[in-house]
């Protein structure tokens, strides 16, 4: 029943975006090149489809999507834990950090290409930039702000590292992992798109910029439509959710047995 109220609700909501989005098409005095109207965007992104150029794009953005995020949690969340566990290190690199991370992944782009040159690689970092700092943070507080009676419990039975990290430490702090590890979600989508606009000649990014180039507005706004729904596909997803209940349980499980 929630899912069904939910899709009525995305049903309603973008209805109703469609419909504000044709009437200021109809009372703009913008040119219909520049500022075109739902029926053609609709109409661009059916051809976008069948000339296969939105899926081959989608397909080189998810991938450089995936190498860079998948890789900046696993290194985000191996760094964490480590320095999670000692705080008097920590306090030394936490101002380096704090001193980084403000700055936004798309300033280091002349740079970046620099090294690495024009391809899949600039985006791939700036993923890997935009990702990493929320999930850094987020494991360090995570296991710094674990209940100590995980860790007394954990040592009445016996258990040392690396046994103490993988199966205490991490359960325990996972719920507030995934937080950060949701949040880098939508940070690194949005910087794949710009990073792609700069340092690629393929991928949603460098369509819209195409599209700009060419004056096609159209396939402007129809990319950027398609952009919204990948996001709200990765946000919808109940994976993190559901592993979040799955810690939490197991957390609660650790503690009942002592």
């Known amino acids: 029943m929630k899912k069904l109220l939910s899709v009525k609700n995305v049903i309603i909501s973008v209805a109703v975006l469609i419909l504000i989005w044709q009437l200021l098409f109809m009372v703009s005095s913008f040119d219909a090149a520049l500022f075109p109207s739902p029926k053609m965007a609709l109409d661009a992104l059916i051809e976008m489809i069948q000339n296969g150029k939105l899926f081959e794009n989608i397909k080189t953005s998810m991938f450089r999507f995936a190498a860079g995020y998948i890789s ?17 290190v920590f306090q030394y690199i936490n101002p380096a950090v704090q001193l980084l991370r403000p700055i936004s992944p798309t300033a280091w782009m002349p740079f970046i290409v620099l090294l ?28 710094a702000n674990i209940d100590p009676i995980y860790l007394k419990v954990a040592k009445n039975f016996g258990i ?6 993988w199966k205490v430490i991490l359960p325990a702090a996972f719920p507030q992992i995934a937080n950060g590890i949701h949040l880098a979600l939508g940070t690194a989508w949005i910087f794949l798109v710009a990073g792609e606009m700069v340092g690629a000649q393929s991928g949603l990014g460098y369509q819209i910029i195409d599209a700009r180039n060419n004056i096609r507005a159209d396939i402007l706004l129809a990319t950027i439509f398609v952009i919204g729904v990948d996001l709200s596909i990765c946000f919808s ?22």
Request: hydrophobic share 50%.
């Open 72 to 88: 900046s949690v696993a290194v985000a969340v191996v760094l964490g834990l480590i320095l999670g566990r000692l705080p008097k």
């Open 116 to 143: 690495f040159g024009i391809g899949d690689m600039p985006a791939v970092v700036i993923i890997f930039i935009a990702a990493f700092f929320p999930v850094l943070l987020s494991t360090v507080g995570a296991v």
């Open 160 to 165: 040392k590292q690396p046994e103490l990290t």
């Open 237 to 258: 997803t109940d994976f993190l959710s559901s592993s979040r209940s799955r810690y939490l349980n197991h957390g609660e499980a650790f503690t009942d047995v002592y």
